[in-house]
């Protein structure tokens, strides 16, 4: 059974920083590229982030250029979303979500594309 976890949601001071976790199991990450995806009430889920199942590629919303960083360890089945630079608008429900993309580069945008997803996890942020 695939399973994606994600944890480390919270609440952020402006312009502070924060890492969420996305823990998967039941698959091998370099079979499926990992995306990031954000919700606001009231709002249509976000892309944000994605990683290729090489783990070689990522790929950023432009809301994120530069404040955000996707990574991997594929020791510990974990994907890692990296916040810096937080802003209000960024105070929502992030869900880690998995596309089978077996040892490839690519970096899918959008959320249809995705099979499996996680329950979310919180992030608020504080002026």
């Known amino acids: 059974q695939l399973l994606l976890v994600e944890s480390g949601g919270g609440s952020v001071q402006y312009g502070g920083s924060l890492r969420l976790s996305c823990a998967v199991s039941?698959?091998?990450?370099?079979?499926?590229?990992i995306g990031w995806f954000r919700q606001a009430p009231g709002k249509k889920r976000e892309w944000v982030a994605c990683?290729?199942?090489?783990?070689?590629?990522?790929n950023y919303a432009d809301s994120g250029k530069g404040r955000f960083t996707i990574s991997r360890d594929g020791s510990k089945n974990m994907v890692y979303l990296q916040m810096n630079s937080r802003k209000p608008e960024d105070k929502e429900v992030y869900y880690c979500a998995a596309d089978r993309q077996y040892q490839n580069d690519n970096v899918p945008m959008t959320e249809y594309a995705y099979d499996y997803w996680g329950q979310g996890t919180q992030v608020t942020v504080s002026s």
């Open positions: 990683i290729s199942s090489s783990g070689g590629h990522t």
């Open positions: 039941g698959f091998a990450l370099d079979a499926y590229a």
